[in-house]
């Protein structure tokens, strides 16, 4: 049956990318951005006219919505999310998407800058999305696949779904957040408003891709003081805590322990942002790993780091804050199998091979796992994201929507029983 709906996914996706929804981690409101409501109010006016009347943002900037089982079944409640907005890592204004039709595995340069190519070189995953339609941005912006794609996915879910009432399911709960990026997705969401049992992200990447696990993430920040003195008569008295956090920064390994020298499982310590003064200055790390347990003793040798640097000034100081951002959802998925098996038959019925991964990072179904909302990921195409390379493919932003709407009717099949093996 999905295989003859006319999918409007496409269309959704080239409309949501052109609105800018950047988010700013510097902010101090919520959401960080106000513009990232602009594609929420068209989210919400675009459900409404679907039908789906309680379709409404809240003050927070998130949309609720509900699609009416159509079963006399009693199942669990699903909700599928995905997030509005886009990576602060690279512009998000003035997007313009182009549809490379039939994709033939030439270079994809992008006209706005031609110095900007996606080719399979670079980029393997393309080697199996030939004959595909590739969607990118021009060349001085990021597309905004991560997430548009997954939030025109559920859209389209919406639509199929309210025109074919034939298709069996339980209550459907959607949810599009702000400040994903920025690592404040969830940060005001009501659980209790949102009604759902169980929930799935839609922000993967490759096709089939079932994501279960995730890094345990923690912030750090490192303050180094120093002793600020006329530099003109300074000999003996000034002591520079730009030049401790230098030194500090120096003796971290150059090839371990870092984003740029670990893959797989294996855990890093990331500085990420850095500012000061001769007095006083603050470097910001986030700390990753997949075994939770782990983070503390990544922090304990980076303070070990922090304490080596002070001990060559005299006179310098520091302190070193800790603080929990997201835990590995694998903790609590572990619990429910069914809700993995399930996507695993809806994938099947899909004739989509099924792949659990595990994620280096984390997703706002991160921490909904831990708030009380099992949900995990699942794929959308997205591809090479928060970069001005990114793409996506059609078909696979097409056979995502078919997953889920398999995905629904099987919970309604199963009633949400499967044992814990």
């Not at 920064?249 to 942002?273: A, I, Y």
Request: charge should be negative.
């Amino acid at each position: 049956m999905i295989s003859e709906y006319d999918f409007s996914v496409a269309s959704r996706f080239l409309k949501y990318v052109t609105v800018d929804t950047q988010s700013d981690p510097n902010a101090d409101r919520f959401p960080s951005t106000e513009k990232q409501k602009d594609l929420s109010r068209i989210l919400v006016d675009e459900l409404r006219q679907m039908g789906v009347s309680d379709a409404h943002l809240d003050e927070h900037g998130y949309v609720y919505a509900t699609i009416p089982g159509t079963t006399d079944k009693k199942v669990p409640v699903i909700c599928f999310c995905s997030h509005v907005d886009t990576s602060p890592d690279c512009s998000g204004t003035g997007v313009k998407p182009i549809v490379h039709k039939n994709f033939d595995g030439k270079d994809i340069v992008l006209p706005d800058d031609p110095t900007q190519v996606i080719s399979i070189r670079q980029h393997s995953y393309l080697k199996k999305r030939m004959g595909d339609d590739i969607i990118t941005a021009s060349g001085t912006t990021l597309l905004g696949a991560d997430d548009k794609a997954g939030v025109a996915i559920i859209m389209d879910l919406a639509q199929y779904l309210v025109t074919h009432s034939e298709v069996k399911h339980g209550d459907i709960k959607i949810l599009f957040t702000p400040d994903e990026e920025v690592g404040r997705g969830v940060e005001k969401v009501d659980l209790k408003k949102l009604g759902a049992d169980f929930g799935y992200t839609l922000d993967g990447g490759k096709r089939g891709t079932y994501t279960d696990e995730t890094f345990s993430a923690n912030g750090v920040t490192v303050s180094f003081y120093g002793i600020s003195a006329h530099p003109g008569y300074a000999k003996g008295k000034l002591v520079n805590a730009m030049k401790v956090a230098g030194t500090f920064l120096d003796l971290l390994p150059k090839d371990s322990f870092s984003p740029e020298n670990t893959e797989d499982r294996e855990g890093f310590v990331h500085p990420v942002q850095m500012e000061g003064t001769v007095e006083k200055a603050v470097v910001h790390f986030i700390i990753r790993d997949f075994d939770t347990s782990m983070l503390k003793l990544h922090e304990k040798r980076l303070e070990q780091f922090a304490k080596q640097a002070t001990g060559r000034y005299d006179g310098s100081t520091y302190t070193f804050e800790s603080r929990e951002q997201y835990r590995n959802m694998k903790d609590v998925l572990k619990d429910y199998p069914q809700i993995g098996e399930y996507v695993k038959e809806a994938m099947k019925r899909s004739e989509v091979d099924f792949r659990q991964d595990s994620a280096r990072g984390g997703t706002d179904g991160s921490r909904l796992s831990f708030m009380g909302l099992p949900c995990p990921d699942i794929f959308t195409g997205e591809m090479a994201f928060h970069s001005k390379q990114e793409y996506v493919s059609v078909q696979d932003m097409q056979k995502s929507v078919e997953v889920l709407v398999n995905l629904v009717q099987v919970w309604e099949e199963k009633g949400g029983l499967l044992p814990v093996v």
